[in-house]
């Protein structure tokens, strides 16, 4: 176990890699959410459906509900649910949305925090996944040193832009953390 309990954990590619940099003291706080970043992307585009993600933006930008009335809207969110079915994700993100039109929230802003805050959920409860994993493999004091950084940097990405980056088109394909490979492009010196 001398590559530490990330290489073990029973989770996708880029969770790895964030436990990895959560776990290691030479990655700084952008590194770790550049990594979180990445690992919700792939959780989006591996489990949500773009025919979703479709309906929700035509439901926030009210395209069958000119008026905006948020007693349509909510109906239409109802029947978006079926789409999400069988994805946790989509089944968040469709509850955050509820929580919005009931605000009165609508439009694209209103659709990348639903999915930003959808994003967020997973998130956290991914990184208890994190916690129990490196409580099994290593030691307490390293399994809250982990969930914490990982905590911290999920905490400190914007739901708005979060969202927006899993919604955009060119995000279908998630991205990995750039891969520093130059002698300049080496740890940060403060």
Known sequence: MSD???RSLPMRKPWKELAKRGDQRTYDV???AEAA???LASDFK????WSL???LKSIFTG???SLRLPEIALQELED?????AGSVFGMNAVAWSIELISDGRFGLDALH???????KMRGFANIRSVEEHYLRESNQRRADHVSKRIYSAISGLSEGKLGSMLVAPESTGARRPKKRTHLDEGVPLR
């Open 30 to 32: 952008e590194e770790v």
């Open 53 to 55: 993600i479709e309906a």
């Open 37 to 39: 970043a990445g690992a």
């Open 4 to 6: 530490g309990p990330h």
């Open 80 to 84: 978006a649910k079926a789409l999400a």
């Open 113 to 119: 925090d639903a999915i930003g805050l959808a994003a």
């Open 63 to 65: 395209r069958d509900n």
């Open 46 to 49: 591996n489990e949500v459906k």
